[in-house]
């Protein structure tokens, strides 16, 4: 069914009308990621992904509050923030909302980080032009850039979202691979989440 929604939602995006990869209907494994610029973050500043130009990596979710599952990984990615991020590290980390349902807006994302401490940026794009560069479906949607920023995984963050029943991590393994130089050991898997609520545009 996932895979049949995202099919479906390719017509959501101008242009789009073949894979680009095995799921995404945009972006390539390898692909030059797309940029954003002046993104409001809930620290009350301006973010672009050239903020992170000195990270040999980054870890980028599309993301929300609307959506259980999102919230439910939230932990798992302030986790892996923690680990592999902070103002020292060699990794940057980002989660983008683009919803623009009341309960996703910028001041409850603003709210939620600052109620649960959350030490990555969370930024919010009202255009929704972002996360359809990059192809984004579900929320969450993870997406690991290498120092070039090239896409080197984007999917899912692991194979299961009872996080008990983990296996697999393909975003820190994806993680992992970039900073070593190598080939992530999985580069693409189906998202699984609610789907983004991308507001159609009415000819």
Known sequence: MRLTAR??????????????????????????????????GTDGKMHALSDFQDKDAVVVVFTCLSCPTAVDYEARFEELAKKYGGPTSNVGFAAICVNRVAADRLDKLTD??????????????????IAKDYGAIFTPEFYVLNKQRKVVYMGAMDDATDADKVTKRYVEDALAAALKGSEAPVTETIARGCRVRYVRDRK
């Open 7 to 40: 099919i479906f939602a390719v017509a959501l995006f101008a242009g789009s009308s073949l894979y680009a990869g095995q799921y995404n209907e945009v972006l390539n494994i390898g692909d030059a990621a797309p940029t954003w610029q002046e993104l409001p």
């Open 112 to 129: 939620r980080a600052n109620e649960k401490k959350l030490s990555f940026p969370y930024l919010y794009d009202e255009s929704q032009k």
